[in-house]
Structures are given as structure tokens and as C-alpha cells.
């Protein structure tokens, strides 16, 4: 069921589009790294950049030819919802010294998952709201409602232990000079999940399309940047 067919034009589709397509080769780069040194946390990351990458074309669906139930629900569960708890565990993996403990987080957070997916699926809609470029979930789904409220639920926290790890990280890489392209790349990360969470906030909250979606390509841009730099070979300590 198309809302609205007509669309919103190129000029706010071409971010999310871009987004999506950065998001989606951040996530090959991570899944062939997976494949050959078998890190955990890249293998979780690389989903989380493959959610990224789909939510971000659900969103350019949506403004370039109008938005549809199944294309809200999408960027909704994968892009609202789900996505910063996975790029968290994929920290937790990096971070933690016993691999059971993120094993276990992996467990709870797939039962999490399963639960919001299965609340978005079903949770009902009101069409009128998708009519707009950028709907919102309190509009869509009803403010107060499981699958409105789950966004804050799960990637409010999720960003904040984020952004604490890689701060934190970056804070025990200073002053090690063969850290240095680690280092740069950690802030950079933690500077472009940043500029995601506070464009797409600022933007939905005062409905500013163009912050929003500029947002969303903008930072994975710096986040893909930083993760090339964190993974460039770090220099022989003298």
C-alpha cells in the first residue's frame, strides 16, 4: 500500500541513497575481514553496517516515491531499533576480555531483537502520517505505544555505552605513537555515530528533512573513514 505515491523528490532522497550504499560496502570491507581473521566484533558489525544499509534505502524508498507501511516498518526496526544495540555489541566483543560475557549479551540481545521485531510487525499504523517526507514513529505508531517506545528503550542506552567504550578507548590509545591511526579512527567513529544520532534527532524532532537525511550520509561516512583508519597497521613501536 503506497501512501504517498507522488514522492518528495531527489533532493532528500540522494542522502539516504548515498548512506545506504556506503553502509552496505562498509559492511562488505567488515564481512570480508570476518571471513579471514574471524573476529567476532567485526562479524556483528558487519550486520549492523548491513542494517544500516537497508534501513537507509527503506528511508530513500520512502522519500523518492512515496512511503509505504512495509518500507516505515523496515528503517523503523532496523534502523531506529536495532542497529546501535548491534554496533555496541560489536564493542562489547572488541573490549571484553572474557568472550563469554559477550556471548552471552549476543544471546540476550537476539531474543530482544526477535521481540521487536515481532512487536513492529504487528503493531498497527495510522496512513496519514506517511504521506510526509519524514514520518515519525509517534505519529505512525501512536505515541506511547511498544513500537514507538522500543526506539528509545533500546538505542538510547545502547548509544550512550557506545560512545563511552570508544571514548574510553581512544583515552587509554593517547600518547602511544604507534597507536596513532587507531587512535584517530576510534574518535572518528565515535564522532560519526555522533553526528547520526544528533542530526536524526534534531532533525525528526523539529521536522528539518535535510538535516536528517544529510545526517545519516554524512556520519557513516566518517565512521567508514575511521574504521579504515583504526585498521590501517599500526607502526613498530621504537
Same mark, same amino acid.
Given at each position: ?60 524508498l520512502g522519500?523518492?516515491a512515496g512511503?509505504?507501511?512495509? &518500507? ?18 560489536? &564493542? ?85 605513537? &604507534? ?12 564522532f560519526g ?46
Amino acid at each position: 500500500m503506497t501512501i504517498g505515491a507522488a514522492g518528495h523528490g531527489w533532493g532528500l532522497a540522494v542522502f539516504p541513497l548515498l548512506a545506504g550504499l556506503i553502509a552496505g560496502v562498509f559492511s562488505l570491507v567488515l564481512l570480508v575481514r570476518f571471513a579471514q581473521r574471524r573476529r567476532p566484533a567485526e562479524g556483528v558489525w558487519s550486520l549492523a553496517m548491513m542494517m544500516y544499509a537497508v534501513a537507509s534505502l527503506a528511508m530513500y524508498l520512502g522519500v523518492v516515491a512515496g512511503w509505504t507501511v512495509a &518500507e516505515f516498518k523496515t528503517y523503523w526496526l532496523l534502523g531506529a531499533i536495532l542497529n546501535v544495540p548491534f554496533l555496541f555489541l560489536g &564493542e562489547a566483543y572488541l573490549l571484553t576480555k572474557r568472550r563469554a560475557l559477550a556471548h552471552a549479551l549476543l544471546a540476550v540481545l537476539v531474543v530482544l531483537a526477535v521481540v521487536a521485531a515481532w512487536v513492529v510487525v504487528g503493531a498497527r499504523t495510522s496512513a496519514s502520517p506517511l504521506s510526509s517526507a519524514l514520518p515519525l514513529g509517534k505519529d505512525v505508531f501512536g505515541g506511547g505505544t511498544k513500537a514507538h517506545r522500543l526506539a528509545q528503550l533500546y538505542s538510547l542506552p545502547a548509544y550512550f555505552l557506545l560512545l563511552g567504550g570508544l571514548l574510553w578507548s581512544a583515552s587509554q590509545m593517547r600518547g602511544r605513537s &604507534e597507536l596513532r591511526n587507531r587512535t584517530t579512527g576510534t574518535v572518528a567513529i565515535a564522532f560519526g555515530a555522533t553526528i547520526v544520532a544528533v542530526g536524526s534527532g534534531i532533525g525528526a524532532a523539529f521536522d528539518i528533512v535535510p538535516l536528517f537525511s544529510a545526517g545519516l550520509a554524512a556520519g557513516i561516512a566518517v565512521m567508514f573513514w575511521g574504521f579504515l583508519q583504526a585498521a590501517r597497521p599500526t607502526a613498530a613501536k621504537a
